[in-house]
Structure formats: C-alpha cells, structure tokens
C-alpha cells in the first residue's frame, strides 16, 4: 500500500525559504497525482498545490502562487514544494496525499482537490523571526 512521507519542514524567518519532500514507500508515484495541503491551528485542512502525475500539470491556491512550486522526480519516487518568500501565514503542518486528479482546467480550485489516500504525520512549518 502506497504510503507518503513528507520532510524537510523547519523554523524559518519571513522571506525565507524551505523545500518540503513528499516520500513514497510501498509502491510508485508516478500513477498518481499528488496534493499538498497544510493546516494551520485552528483551522482546516485545505489544498494549496497538485501536480498530475507525469508532471506536467500544476495548480496553485491564489495565497500561495507565485511564491511556491510544486515539482516530481518520479525517478527518485518523491514529489516536492519548493516555498520561498515565506510569510507567517504560511506557519502550518504541511501534508501531502494522493489525489483523485490536477486536471489543467483553468477554473479547477485546488481547495477543491480529492484526497484518495490516507494523510501521513505531516511536517511543520514556522515562519517567525
């Protein structure tokens, strides 16, 4: 069963800049598009980037377009988010997950994304200084 591990999550000033990795174990990305979302303290999950699963397609939440990207190496089995300018309204526990699709219709709402795996621990992001 396909399992997601994300990493590289830290205390980081504002303007600066992490890269978060999203792990597989227990079978291959490169069937399935994948999701990130994050959760800030009391609030919700919500998505905020996909990319289908050859690459090709990605799809941004207006807060974050712009200043984060979204990346795979399906040779290597890890899909990535590249976040730079980091404000503190970024400060959340960043999770990735399987999803259902990133289709390329410019009116598809990435708060809309389908998770169809289960979320893993997930890796916190502080944006202080």
């Known amino acids: 069963q396909l399992q997601l591990v994300e990493s590289g999550g830290g205390l980081v000033q504002p303007g600066g800049s992490l890269r978060l990795s999203c792990a597989a174990s227990?079978?291959?990305?490169?069937?399935?598009?994948i999701g990130w979302f994050r959760q800030a303290p009391g609030t919700e999950r919500e998505g905020i980037s996909c990319?289908?699963?050859?690459?090709?397609?990605?799809k941004y939440a207006d807060s974050v377009k712009g200043r984060f990207t979204v990346s795979r190496d399906n040779a290597k089995n890890v899909v990535y988010l590249q976040m730079s300018s980091l404000k503190a309204e970024d400060t959340a526990i960043y999770y990735c997950?399987?999803?259902?699709?990133?289709?390329?219709?410019?009116?598809?709402?990435?708060?809309?994304?389908?998770?169809?795996?289960?979320w893993g621990q997930g890796t916190q992001v502080t944006v202080s200084s």
């Open positions: 227990g079978g291959t990305l490169n069937t399935y598009a």
């Open positions: 990319i289908n699963n050859a690459g090709g397609v990605t």
């Open positions: 997950a399987p999803t259902l699709h990133c289709p390329p219709w410019n009116d598809f709402d990435v708060r809309d994304l389908h998770r169809i795996g289960s």
